[in-house]
């Protein structure tokens, strides 16, 4: 059992470039996340999906898009990265996205952006 | 909104030191989760915890949702309890976690 996987684990981006950060979990889970963490900002909420087709906005989504075509994936589009974009990207999952549920993190995406 | 405090930001323990963090909110919590994020960079869900108290091994944690705060409790440190301790909690009844900016523990041997 995976679990939560991300990938690339690390990436190195030029202002301007586009990237997609991958995010995959196969507990067949409903509710996907996505965060950043800087430093001494602990993690902040990107984008999330509470089932396949339906996304929404989170604390800082500017600059990120997401989509959701199978319970299983849910990638992270950076269309134009900038140098305020370079952090740490962690996916997370959930059963039902209930404030109960129990949420599992992949093992990051480090990126930065020159 | 409901924001999440936790205290001390950093603490430096001795191999064998007992220790207590704490995570404080500011609006009532249905549900708590403690996270450990290793050294290397892993966060790892170490305890689902909306009211009461949980033990597992070395650890335990308390929370008081009247009194909107919760303690992890480490007992017995060992060096690789080292890392950051995360406490969050949901916002409403969704899965929008809402993190507080963490306890550094550095624990020596």
């Known amino acids: 059992n995976a679990g939560v996987t991300q990938t690339p684990k690390f990436q190195v981006l030029k202002t301007g470039q586009s990237m997609t950060l991958q995010c995959a979990q196969d507990?067949?889970?409903?509710?996907m996340s996505w965060y950043r963490q800087d430093p001494g900002m602990g993690l902040r909420l990107i984008h999330y999906?509470?089932?396949?087709?339906?996304?929404d906005q989170g604390e800082v989504p500017n600059g990120y898009n997401v989509s959701r075509s199978t319970t299983e994936d849910f990638p992270l589009r950076l269309l134009s990265a900038a140098p305020s974009q370079t952090s740490v990207y962690f996916c997370?999952?959930?059963?039902?996205?209930?404030?109960?549920?129990?949420?599992?993190f992949g093992a990051g995406t480090r990126l930065s952006v020159l | 909104g409901i924001q999440v405090e936790q205290s001390p930001p950093d603490l430096i323990l001795q191999e064998g030191a007992n220790s207590t963090l704490r995570c404080n909110f500011s609006?009532?919590?249905?549900?708590l989760q403690w996270f450990h994020q290793n050294p290397w960079g892993q966060l790892i869900n170490l305890f689902y915890i909306p009211s009461g108290t949980k033990q597992n091994g070395r650890l335990s944690a308390t929370t008081v949702a009247t009194e909107r705060y919760s303690l992890l409790y480490i007992s017995s440190s060992q060096t690789t309890d080292s890392g950051v301790y995360f406490c969050a909690g949901p916002k409403s009844n969704t899965g929008k976690l809402i993190f507080g900016q963490g306890t550094t523990l550095q624990v020596k041997p």
């Open positions: 507990m067949n889970h409903e509710y």
């Open positions: 609006d009532s919590v249905n549900n």
């Open positions: 999906s509470v089932g396949a087709g339906i996304t």
């Open positions: 997370a999952s959930s059963y039902s996205g209930r404030g109960w549920d129990i949420q599992y």
